[in-house]
């Protein structure tokens, strides 16, 4: 991991390499349309509520470059 960029905390900065490294390696080991979220921005909870929202996969990554994939909300069905 490098030098943190300017206003990119540290696990941003871990969102950022891991994105290089999968598009370099054109090896995507999650799931498609997977939100990437930081887990010490300031908008972390912002963040969260709205691809939950959207129903999106979340990965959160931590400072220390742990993550937990959160799966994508199944769509519900209509009661009959």
């Known amino acids: 991991m490098g030098a943190v960029a ?3 905390t540290p696990a941003q900065e871990i969102v950022s390499d891991r994105m290089i490294e999968l598009l ?3 090896k995507i080991e999650y799931p498609n349309e997977l939100t990437f979220i930081a887990s010490d921005t300031s908008f972390f909870g912002s963040s969260m ?3 939950l929202a959207a129903g999106k996969a979340i990965l ?3 400072p220390d470059g742990r993550e937990r994939l959160i799966p994508a909300a199944k769509a519900r069905r209509p009661r009959s």
């Open 6 to 8: 300017r206003g990119e």
């Open 24 to 26: 370099l390696a054109d």
């Open 49 to 51: 509520r709205k691809a």
């Open 60 to 62: 959160v990554v931590y």
